[in-house]
């Protein structure tokens, strides 16, 4: 690894804002599993990009330093990541009403193997035998938690997969875009983007459906979908794509435990063997990463 590598990786940070970006994941989930009989996907992430972007107008017109933040010429970059996101968080969204959430998210993790490809191809990250050592791992128990089976191949599964992809290539994006913009500028421009987009498939009366038993999740969409993106943005910015990533595994052990608890979704040895599989493989990578510091 080089030495301007090195400087730019702070594995504590990235365990932190990781942390962050785990727990909100994981709201925003059971916030749409909860939404999902009222509202369509496109109403339900209308409401996330315009909470969001009420939250980011506000502290703008609150702190006037932020306003030369939102000033960038990489629009077209901008514009590129949240058209690839929209469309990824569409099937992830819906993938999250048709199948199990710990199916789901462990379709999910298909995605570090496209982000590694994509971060050694595109970013000129080094894939060293730790980072890829964390993946396979990871991978390795994603799927004994999920022993894919008949069930895998359900047209859900598909879209989530499909999803999993896009995640990937906006994650690449988003790495592109901190290297000259603040997180500010990259939350503010999603939210932005995304709001008119999520509105033109949404029904023109859908606020009418409110009511006051559907206050909790919809609020808790407003916030987990800004916290979500604020942590995982900070934590690329802290570290390499490849050190981010792995740490995202533990959300299959996490939304089963989530699943099991809420909804009373099957949940055995599997699932704890699967977790300490990707925790070995975490904490492999982390202990080399640090070592490398």
């Known amino acids: 690894m080089t030495q301007r590598a090195a400087e730019n990786i ?8 990781m942390g962050g970006a785990l727990l909100s994941f994981s709201v925003m989930a059971v916030s749409i599993r909860a939404l999902a009989a009222t509202f369509s996907v496109f109403e339900i992430l209308a409401v996330r990009s315009a909470g969001g972007l009420i939250v980011l107008a506000a502290l703008a017109l609150m702190r006037p330093a932020l306003r030369p933040l939102l000033r960038t ?17 569409h099937a992830w969204a819906l993938s999250i009403t048709l199948l199990p959430l710990g199916t789901a998210f462990a379709l999910e993790f298909t995605m570090p193997a496209w982000l590694a490809l994509f971060a ?27 022993r894919p089976g008949l069930q895998s191949f359900q ?4 879209i989530m997969l499909a999803a999993a992809l896009g995640f990937a290539l906006a994650a690449i994006a988003v790495k592109k875009l901190i290297a000259t913009e603040t997180t500010f500028a990259i939350l503010f421009f999603m939210n932005a983007m995304q709001l008119p987009m ?7 009366t859908f606020l009418g459906k409110i009511e006051p038993a559907n206050a909790l999740p919809l609020i808790g969409v407003a916030i987990a979908g800004l916290s979500s993106h604020y942590c995982l943005t900070n934590a690329l910015r802290a570290g390499d794509v490849t050190i981010v990533v792995p740490l ?8 089963a435990l989530i699943g099991w608890s809420l ?5 055995d040895a599997f699932v704890f ?16 990463e640090a070592a490398r510091e």
């Open 73 to 89: 010429r990489r629009i077209g970059l901008h514009a590129l990541r949240n058209s690839v996101h929209f469309a990824a968080q």
């Open 248 to 255: 995202d595994f533990l959300r299959i052990p996490l939304i």
């Open 198 to 204: 999520n509105l033109a498939g949404s029904s023109a």
């Open 10 to 17: 702070d594995i504590g940070r990235v365990v932190v804002w």
């Open 120 to 146: 050694t191809w595109l970013l000129g990250e080094r894939m060293t035998p730790s980072r890829t050592g964390a993946i396979a791992l990871g991978f390795l128990g994603a799927l004994v938690i999920l």
């Open 155 to 158: 047209p859900a599964a598909l």
């Open 263 to 267: 909804y009373g979704e099957p949940l």
């Open 273 to 288: 063997a699967g977790a300490a599989i990707i925790g070995a493989g975490i904490f492999w990578n982390l202990r080399a």
